[in-house]
Nanobody, 124 residues
Framework: QVQLVESGGGLVQAGGSLRLSCAASKGTFSTYTMGWFRQAPGKEREFVAA????????YYADSVKGRFTISRDNAKNTVFLQMNDLKPEDTAVYYC?????????????????WGQGTQVTVSS
């Protein structure tokens, strides 16, 4: 059973930065894709970014492209989401997810494992 633990959320002013971490345990991640999703109150969970463990290919939602960067530390089985120039509309609970042999990285149903989420609040 894969376990994912997110950290790094918090309260930040607009224009600020945060770095989220997702530590994965109990699994071999050479074939996994890791993703970040977010869910704001009253809205559906939406794709933010993903990275393929096999070749490091990265994917981003248009709304965060140029501001967010997903990266990984293979040795620590950890994936990061660096978030810069944060906006109030980025406020949400951010979830880390993992899945194997994913073709479509942007859909929640592609992922098998989810973390508990970490709150990000951006004040204006």
């Amino acid at each position: 059973q894969v376990q994912l633990v997110e950290s790094g959320g918090g309260l930040v002013q607009a224009g600020g930065s945060l770095r989220l971490s997702c530590a994965a345990s109990k699994g071999t991640f050479s074939t996994y894709t890791m993703g970040w999703f977010r869910q704001a109150p009253g809205k559906e969970r939406e794709f933010v970014a993903a990275i393929r463990w096999s070749d490091g290919s990265t994917y981003y939602a248009d709304s965060v492209k140029g501001r967010f960067t997903i990266s990984r530390d293979n040795a620590k089985n950890t994936v990061f989401l660096q978030m810069n120039d944060l906006k109030p509309e980025d406020t949400a609970v951010y979830y880390c997810a993992a899945g194997r042999m994913i073709v479509v990285v942007t859909t929640t149903r592609s992922y098998d494992y989810w973390g508990q989420g970490t709150q990000v609040t951006v004040s204006s």
